[in-house]
């Protein structure tokens, strides 16, 4: 039996398991949701009552979601990367290129440093 698979944001390693930003606790589906709840609340009680967002999906849909969050930061940092190397390149300020694209919500600024 595997138990639980959890994942905390999107944040350095001491960061994340200090406070984290989210927290996804799959279970496996011999678990029942009332058993899921329970062991989450065992587990994680001090960040569950300090608010911290809480989802708690069957195995597979955590570690998908554990997978997808690091692949898209990856995706997130090697764009930045390549652009700063354009902007190099044509002279342009990357750092202010990185603030501007910053500031678009659907983008958002954690990441966005060449």
């Known amino acids: 039996m595997r138990g ?4 905390c944001g999107n944040r350095s390693p ?3 398991c200090s406070a984290p930003t989210g927290l996804v606790l ?3 589906t011999e678990y029942t949701w ?3 709840v329970l062991r989450q609340r065992q587990c994680c009680e001090k960040f569950i009552e300090s ?3 809480t989802i708690v999906p069957d195995w597979a849909t955590a570690e998908l979601a ?3 969050a690091n692949a ?3 995706t997130k940092i090697s764009f930045i990367d390549a652009i700063a190397e354009v902007g190099e390149a044509s002279s342009a300020d990357v750092t202010t290129l990185a603030d501007i694209l910053g500031h678009d919500a659907r983008i958002g600024r954690r990441g966005m440093r060449p």
């Not at 639980?4 to 994942?7: A, M």
Request: glycine share 10%; no cysteine.
């Open 14 to 16: 001491s960061r994340t």
């Open 4 to 7: 639980i698979r959890s994942s």
């Open 72 to 74: 898209f930061l990856a």
């Open 66 to 68: 554990k997978a997808s």
């Open 26 to 28: 799959g279970f496996e």
């Open 51 to 53: 608010g911290t967002p």
């Open 34 to 36: 009332a058993r899921a």
